[in-house]
């Protein structure tokens, strides 16, 4: 299971890092303008709930395709790469504090729920993991709505763009 959690770790990370930098570099979206509206912070809730809710169909999807070990490596890559498009309209550095505050949490939930869906393919013991990556998951989910947006306009009000 350990060897299963870091293979989807890895594919994470480097879906993620394709997609920011095919979008910042080769599509040429880091230099179109950001715009982070202070009005996300007091909407905060409604973030959380469109957040959750992508999520858990994202975890529901990789759970299910546990049987089929390549096509829930491909699904979770194909998902991260599309994160990676949507955060590679701001610097490397900007980019990395917008998701390290949840991302690890998100990677971490998501890596588990595919080792649960693995595990119940199998027949095998799925329940802790797929707990675990549930909780994961909306901790991070608290964090992406709760906080990460303070940390952007924190950045974005005080120059700290790099």
Known sequence: MAR?????????????????LVGHYLMGLGSTAIV?????????????IMILSRNFVVALVVFLLGRYVFIQDLVVALALLYDGLLISYVPPLIALMG??????FELLGFAEVAVAGRGFARGGAFLRSLFLGVVL???????????T?????FIFRHGLTV
């Open 137 to 147: 998951i909306i901790v991070a989910g608290f964090i992406e709505s709760f906080v």
């Open 149 to 153: 947006p303070r940390v952007l306009l």
């Open 99 to 104: 998701v390290l505050p949840h991302g690890v």
């Open 4 to 20: 299963a959690l870091i293979e989807v770790l890895g594919i994470e990370v480097l879906g993620l890092s394709v997609g920011y």
């Open 36 to 48: 982070i509206n202070p009005a996300v912070i007091d909407s905060a809730t409604l973030l959380l």
